[in-house]
């Protein structure tokens, strides 16, 4: 445990100047950001306030300006945009030790490198939830301000299960990005990988069938795909997101542990 | 007792044959130098010591003990591989702490002792992006020495250090063996600093270990002649042959003695030479560098004669 903690001590030092760090949460405060001018916009004269395709899009997610469809909308937010950023933060915690060509001093020393790898997960997860945490705030500071109609207790209960589980979800379905970064030696393929998922998480969930595609079924869970996709969501949906994540993480672990680092 | 030992070390990638039945063995407080060409199998040996790579045939120890991973034989291994790299956007002490987080290093005292000893004090909250190449190698070399190890395996230790930071290193180096009885196993490709710092050397060629000889039998291994040119040199082999002296002659037209007394003495055969009015041109004792000693050894036929 002592070198767990270590470990992760020397994480959080390799992030310390980072810059990604907070281009990631630029990029994804957009959001929150973008959420509050939906609000603004509509907050007087409902779908009149919106023009072209935000009306369009507006009134095919029966988009209203009250504070359950604003949560709802950060977590479909969090559903879509969490693949990319998520997957972002991945690539590169796991691909920069190969870009900075400094892998091969975390190879031979007393520590495990499983836990070196466990240190690297446990900082993506809580940098993820950092994340999530920041815009959930942003998205109650800007509803307040705007004085969005429709707070009740509740209302933010049920969203904020949706906003969470919708986070782990996405959160679990990136360790195959990890493995891709270890494997494929810096964060280019990783970040290649990840706009694949993207693509095809669009493309299958249109299709309808992205109930078992596991990087649709975050979006549809949150809502993104309307409440006809969410309703074909099972529990194999959730089972098929749990076995690849457990799949992605064996796998980093292992490649690390046995593969030929030239 | 033996620090390194290998047998039959063997690395295969693809139809490559990158190390090739190596089997040596490095004694504790020796500097055992690493000589090859670029893509003999020096790195590729170095990965199997440190066990970044798995062997194909054959196996290697390092205290007696194969290189296994989170090992406690690490706490006495530092290393150095190919170019060292550090974290750009941290400063040298904060790359320094990483290493010692990750080693679970106990006095943080231990930090400033190796900045000082590498120089690196006054750059010692720079960030390593904004180091020079030399810089950057005693960074890495003081990652590899943070945790004081009882064995080096440094690949190109002095690489992109001026002249005067070889010296240092080279003398530091030293003084770490003769003082602190720390083994060292180094490659490099400056074949002069290998011959001043090692006291025996391994050449590896095409994956092969071709040749391990002690540092001193080296300096009797190599070529050492005595060239000669005058204003008639047929003249003067007569004349150095009546004087019992072994001549040839070489295809730049120079002659060439081989004998001990000629080259420790190169004054008395000036002397014969004006003594019979042939006074010499050019007088020059040819000493073998280490590293047409190597292309001999490893049969590139370039030598300089």
């Known amino acids: ?262 | 007792m033996n620090i390194i030992k290998t047998e039959n070390l063997t690395k295969i990638f693809g139809d490559t044959i990158a190390v090739d039945t190596v089997s040596m063995h490095v004694k504790q407080g020796e500097i055992y130098g690493f000589l090859g060409l670029n893509g003999a199998g020096k790195t590729t040996t170095i990965r199997l010591l440190l066990g970044l790579i798995r062997p194909d045939f054959g196996s290697c120890y390092l205290f007696g003990q194969k290189p296994k991973q989170a090992s406690g034989i690490w706490n006495e291994v530092g290393y150095l591989v190919e170019t060292p790299h550090s974290y750009p956007n941290l400063t040298v002490t904060e790359n320094l702490k990483v290493i010692y987080n990750l080693r679970g290093l106990k006095e943080k005292s231990i930090i400033k002792d190796v900045i000082s000893i590498l120089r690196l004090t006054q750059y010692k909250n720079k960030k390593e992006k904004h180091l020079s190449l030399g810089n950057k190698q005693r960074l890495g070399l003081a990652k590899a020495l943070i945790h004081k190890p009882k064995l080096l395996i440094l690949d190109e230790p002095v690489n992109g250090l001026d002249p005067e930071g070889i010296a240092e290193i080279r003398e530091f180096l030293k003084d770490l063996t003769q003082n602190h009885g720390t083994t060292i196993f180094l490659s490099s490709h400056i074949l002069s600093e290998i011959s001043k710092l090692t006291t025996r050397i391994g050449i590896i060629h095409g994956g092969k270990l071709i040749k391990e000889i002690d540092s001193y039998e080296l300096e009797e291994q190599i070529i050492k002649k005595l060239l000669v040119n005058t204003v008639d040199n047929n003249k003067a082999i007569n004349i150095l042959n009546e004087n019992n002296l072994a001549v040839s002659i070489n295809g730049d037209s120079i002659l060439e003695i081989a004998e001990q007394n000629a080259i420790a003495h190169p004054e008395k055969i000036a002397a014969i030479l004006v003594n019979n009015n042939i006074p010499p041109k050019m007088l020059r004792v040819f000493e073998e560098d280490l590293e047409s000693y190597f292309l001999r050894i490893i049969g590139v036929n370039n030598i300089e004669q």
């Not at chain 1, 972002?88 to 490198?113: C, H, M, N, Q």
């Not at chain 1, 309808?208 to 969501?233: C, H, M, R, T």
């Open chain 1, 1 to 262: 445990m002592k070198q767990q903690i270590l470990a992760l001590k020397a994480e959080i030092l390799k992030n310390r100047h980072s810059q990604i760090t907070w281009v990631t949460f630029i990029a994804f405060s957009l959001a929150p950001i973008f959420g509050a001018v939906f609000m603004y916009l509509m907050k007087d004269n409902g779908y009149e306030g919106l023009s072209g395709s935000f009306k369009s899009k507006a009134v095919m997610m029966s988009f209203e300006a009250n504070w359950n469809s604003f949560l709802a909308l950060l977590s479909q937010a969090v559903g879509i945009g969490g693949v990319l950023i998520f997957g972002f933060v991945a690539s590169w915690l796991f691909g920069r030790e190969y870009s900075d060509a400094t892998a091969k001093d975390l190879l031979a020393l007393p520590i495990s490198r499983s836990k070196i790898l466990n240190a690297k997960f446990i900082y993506y997860i809580s940098w993820c939830l950092a994340l999530v945490i920041s815009n959930l705030l942003l998205g109650l500071i800007f509803g307040f301000l705007l004085q969005v109609e429709g707070w009740h207790y509740s209302v933010l209960i049920t969203n904020l299960k949706i906003y969470f589980i919708t986070t782990l979800l996405i959160i679990t379905l990136n360790t195959p990005v990890a493995f891709a970064a270890i494997a494929g030696r810096g964060y280019m393929a990783p970040l290649g990988f990840v706009a694949v998922l993207l693509v095809l998480a669009q493309i299958i969930g249109a299709m309808g069938i992205g109930n078992y595609f596991p990087w649709s079924v975050p979006g549809i869970y949150a809502g993104a795909g309307g409440e006809d996709l969410k309703i074909q969501l099972n529990y194999l949906s959730f089972i098929i997101i749990i076995i690849t994540g457990i799949i992605g993480y064996i796998g980093t672990i292992l490649w690390w542990k046995y593969s030929d680092q030239k």
